[in-house]
């Protein structure tokens, strides 16, 4: 073991480049600032010790009362050591490996299982080992999760071998919920529990809310981007592209689905009070993607 491991295991840091000084210190509070004196008292209890064993106390043989007084002398000293509180004052040149965010989409438009023709399919099983049951198409979430466990892909390992992650999941306009990334063990046994806590309980797609959340909570951290993987398929909130420049840092879209899907979404417009028997005139917007 390096030098420079035993101090980070000792220390319980880790990543450092290099141990810049290190001087020895005392940190108890009537100690600091008074070496000099501490070390008065020291030779004063060694003479002390000495005397009292060499002058005082009459033994036959002159060498064990000088083995006394050193060892007394010594222990007196080492108990007033401990009292001090001696410590190691270690200053060391860190540089930790940048923070990369994985935002997961977990609303219901991941559970859209889309029908991709039998080339693409095979695209995605050369590329990341994905495998559809039989016809059937996959899901959205499980396109995602495929991606994270494919030993093809390789995606955690490959990422943590050089920064640190944090994975979050958006479900709504109100924030995103951080999952558990296990930093312990095989990073290849990392994938399966991460991909296991993504769902789709969410209703609304708020991608600019959730990169809003990111960005309050990046402020002092060492970030160094934002992976998102989403249908983007934005529904609600404000437009992500200004907390994503908010967050001044590479923001990386992994598409899940179609480039543009099927979509057709009705707006009424009423007034929000009426009487009884009142008329009035309702305007009704149709918004349609995909359709003729």
């Known amino acids: 073991m390096s030098w420079h491991e035993l101090v980070e295991r000792v220390?319980?840091?880790?990543?450092?480049e290099a141990i810049e000084q290190w001087k020895p210190a005392l940190a108890a509070p009537w100690a600091q600032g008074h070496t000099g004196a501490i070390a008065l008292?020291?030779?004063a209890i060694v003479g002390a010790?000495?005397?009292?064993?060499?002058?005082?106390q009459q033994s036959p043989r002159r060498v064990v009362g000088l083995l006394l007084a050193v060892s007394r002398g010594a222990l007196g000293c080492l108990l007033l050591l401990m009292l001090a509180e001696p410590t190691l004052v270690l200053r060391l040149v860190r540089h930790p490996q940048p923070l990369v965010y994985l935002l997961f989409d977990g609303t219901e438009s991941m559970k859209t299982r889309d029908p991709l023709p039998s080339d693409e399919r095979q695209r995605w099983a050369a590329a990341a080992d994905v495998v559809s049951r039989g016809d059937e198409s996959l899901s959205r979430i499980d396109l995602t999760k495929q991606l994270l466990t494919s030993s093809k892909v390789d995606f955690l390992r490959r990422l943590q071998a050089k920064y640190r992650l944090k994975a979050f999941l958006f479900e709504g306009p109100q924030s995103v919920r951080a999952l558990g990334i296990d930093e312990s063990g095989d990073p290849a046994d990392r994938a399966p529990p991460l991909a296991a806590q993504l769902s789709t309980d969410g209703a609304t797609t708020a991608l600019g809310a959730a990169l809003n959340d990111l960005a309050s909570r990046h402020a002092?951290?060492?970030l160094g981007a934002v992976i998102v993987f989403s249908d983007f398929d934005q529904n609600a909130g404000p437009s992500p592209l200004v907390p994503a420049q908010s967050l001044r840092v590479p923001l990386y879209a992994i598409g899940i689905g179609p480039r543009a899907s099927v979509d057709l979404a009705v707006e009424l417009d009423a007034p929000p009070v009426m009487k009884k028997s009142e008329s009035a005139s309702i305007q009704v917007l149709l918004r349609q993607q995909g359709l003729t």
């Open 11 to 16: 220390a319980g840091v880790s990543s450092t």
């Open 41 to 43: 008292v020291c030779i």
């Open 49 to 56: 010790t000495t005397i009292f064993y060499l002058r005082l």
């Open 220 to 222: 002092n951290s060492h």
